[in-house]
Structures are given as structure tokens and as C-alpha cells.
């Protein structure tokens, strides 16, 4: 009879947990195969035949960020207004980040480099958000290069959810500043017509 395999699925996403936590709450140098290994309750071997060392274990760390995040956006429904939907999808990623605090600061917080359209290719957590942005300018709602428009939005989005994750707004003050400010952003690249729309619709101070 062989050896039991003890080295399975279950023991990676220990690992991958367990360093998810440490690159985000201890600097990057102090994260060592040994240390990670120990806190999942296993041994160096384990992360080196899963992972083949600490690089592959903090890319598996990175691929499990970007899939949840994808998923996330990628499940929201696409309506027949597409500055609605750009806000959806921006309340999506708000969700995911306050819900999966780790894995956003290992995706954004420069412990591995994040390249959209590269590796992840259709799995691209920017994609659908791309995508809303490129149908917003193709019916005349927003103007503007897309791509300086998705940055600028991240930009604003990833400020907003950096201060609630590090307590700097209470859950009521970030909760607003979220609505008003995402809003305010996208007036910002909306046509001179979707705008005078926009500031009529708006209730009387």
C-alpha cells in the first residue's frame, strides 16, 4: 500500500491562507517559507512540492485575489443604463474589498504586482468594468479615452475603500462618501448632454 499523500489540496489552502495574512499584516521580508509553513501546521517540504518555494506561494496568493474579485464584478447583471451599471460594479468591488480585507491588500498593496490583461487574460477583474466603460462611450454617455476614464475611477474607487479598510470612516460616513463620490466622478466624464440631465434630475437643495 503507498504512502498516504499529505501534501493535498487541503494543506495548500492552509498555506495560502495563512500567507494571505501575514503579507498583509507584517512586511514582505519577514514572510519566510518556515514561518508560513509553521502557522499552517506543516513543514517547509510541503510549500516547496505545492508551490515550489515562497515565490509560487505568494503567486497563489495573488491568482486566488484576482479570481475572487473577478467573480465578484463578473456577477453583476448588466442593465440598460450603463452609468448605473459602472456604479454597480464599483459597489461590487467596495463589497469584495471590505469582505476580503487580505486579499485586497496583497492585490493592491504592492507585495506582487498586479498587470491587467496579462496573465489573467478574460479572468481580468478590470475587464467588466472595461467593458461598461467602452458601452458607455459607444451610446454617448461618457467622453472620453476609456482607458483614462477606468483609471481615474479606480484611482477614486481604490482611495475610497483603502481609508474604510484602515478605519478612517465609520461605516455611515464611508457608506455617503462612497455614493457621493463615485457619483461625482462619473458626472465628470459624462457628455455635456447626460450631464444637464443629470444636475435637473437632482433634487432641489
Known amino acids: 500500500m503507498g504512502r498516504p499523500k ?48 515562497k515565490d509560487g506561494l505568494i503567486s497563489a496568493v495573488r491568482d486566488q485575489a484576482v479570481a475572487g474579485l473577478f467573480r465578484a464584478v463578473a456577477d453583476v447583471p448588466t442593465s440598460a443604463d450603463p452609468l448605473a451599471d459602472i456604479y454597480a460594479l464599483a459597489t461590487a468591488y467596495r463589497h469584495w474589498g471590505l469582505e476580503h480585507r487580505h486579499l485586497y491588500t496583497v492585490l493592491f498593496g504592492g507585495v506582487q504586482s498586479f498587470e491587467p490583461s496579462d496573465t489573467v487574460g478574460t479572468s481580468d477583474p478590470v475587464r467588466p468594468l472595461t467593458a461598461a ?34 478605519g478612517a470612516l465609520d461605516a455611515p460616513t464611508a457608506r455617503a462618501a462612497f455614493k457621493s463620490t463615485i457619483h461625482a466622478a462619473l458626472r465628470g466624464w459624462t457628455t455635456p448632454a447626460v450631464f444637464r440631465g443629470l444636475r435637473e434630475a437632482e433634487p432641489t437643495p
Not at 21 to 41: D, F, I, M
Not at 138 to 155: K, M, Q, T
Request: aromatic share 4%; with cysteine.
Open 6 to 53: 499529505t501534501n493535498d489540496e487541503t494543506v495548500g489552502e492552509r498555506l495560502v491562507a495563512c500567507a494571505t495574512e501575514w503579507l498583509a499584516t507584517r512586511p514582505q521580508e519577514t514572510v519566510t517559507v518556515r514561518a508560513v509553513a509553521a502557522a499552517a501546521g506543516t513543514s517547509t517540504t510541503a510549500v516547496y512540492s505545492l508551490f515550489g518555494g
Open 133 to 166: 466603460i467602452d458601452r458607455a462611450v459607444a451610446e454617448s454617455v461618457l467622453d472620453g479615452p476609456a482607458p483614462s476614464i477606468a483609471l481615474s475611477l479606480w484611482v477614486t474607487l481604490h482611495g475610497l475603500v483603502t481609508l474604510e479598510l484602515a
